[in-house]
């Protein structure tokens, strides 16, 4: 989800040109209070293209469902995939990056699952208590040695180690969202068995 921060530099830009031209010109006059109108304005416009408002990419919120325990879940979600996308903007190697946006996708489905079926929300409590809190901290841990901008021993095995895990964490969440679906599957699969019976029995297959 996008905001929109609008830049209060034109603003100040055109306030500038309001008040020079006030200084040098008579503004008693209405003629001048037109030019230095149109000249506010234009500055206003102007460098408005050259400080254009900034856009700030905000994880749109999982939906509650009004079942404290889920919303509960939901809310630690919520706060684990801010925290997730705020490691990420401290990250330079685009490809960790985009790894965690794959992994903050897949995240977002499994939370998005519970708010359809409130119920499911035993089946995540590990996710919550132990997977993600400890996927912001290895991530957290990857923009630190980052920052350091040193190729020490140390620093380079921590982002190597992070960089080889991250396939494996996220192939694992992805199980794990599979995982909820394992009950529907075979609800599923009894359900069409049954319907396919009762086909055969009304002569209809």
Do not use: C
Not at 112 to 139: G, N, S
């Amino acid at each position: 989800m996008e905001v929109r921060h609008k830049s209060a530099i034109p603003i100040y830009i055109a306030g500038a040109v309001w008040v020079l031209y006030s200084i040098i010109f008579p503004m008693h006059k209405l003629i001048h209070i037109i030019i230095a109108a149109i000249l506010f304005i234009l500055a206003f416009f102007l460098s408005g293209r050259f400080f254009p408002d900034r856009i700030e990419m905000v994880e749109e919120p999982i939906k509650y469902t009004g079942a404290k325990d889920a919303d509960m879940a939901i809310a630690e979600g919520n706060r684990y995939i801010e925290k997730m996308r705020k490691a990420n903007i401290r990250i330079q190697n685009a490809v960790v990056s985009e790894k965690i946006d794959i992994l903050s996708e897949v995240i977002k489905k499994i939370f998005a699952y519970i708010t359809e079926k409130p119920e499911k929300v035993k089946d995540i409590r590990r996710l919550i208590t132990y997977f993600l809190p400890t996927t912001v901290k290895l991530l957290n841990a990857y923009a630190r040695a980052e920052e350091q901008n040193d190729d020490g021993k140390n620093i380079t095995q921590v982002k190597t180690d992070i960089e080889g895990a991250m396939d494996g964490i996220i192939h694992s969440f992805r199980k794990y969202l599979d995982n909820l679906y394992a009950d529907e599957a075979m609800d599923i699969d009894a359900e069409i068995t049954v319907f396919d019976s009762m086909l055969k029995a009304e002569n209809l297959k």
